[in-house]
């Protein structure tokens, strides 16, 4: 399964990405996480379903000083998962 996920509140500046690489990472899951231009983290991860609803869980918690007000899932098609690799943090450096 492929998921796609659009973090808004206090998510920016807060250590949300890392927090998230951490988190999918354990799980085992591939793709990304960055943030927006508009303050949001956008993040696309594949893995098994109760993976990514743990994933979804650690999400809505976020990181400590961090505040999620909203979180918009979509799940994406299968094929989405062919060009993703292990799951990593997009312009972090």
Do not use: K
Request: negative net charge; proline residues 2%; charged residues 25%.
């Amino acid at each position: 399964m492929v998921r796609h996920y659009l973090v808004l509140g206090r998510v920016q500046g807060v250590g949300f990405r890392w927090f998230v690489h951490r988190e999918a990472s354990e799980l085992g899951l591939c793709g990304w996480v960055r943030n927006t231009d508009e303050g949001a983290v956008e993040i696309i991860a594949a893995g098994e379903e109760a993976d990514l609803a743990e994933l979804r869980t650690a999400i809505g918690r976020g990181p400590r000083g961090s505040r999620v007000d909203q979180v918009i899932e979509h799940l994406l098609a299968d094929s989405e998962a062919a060009t993703l690799m292990p799951f990593q943090i997009e312009g972090a450096w």
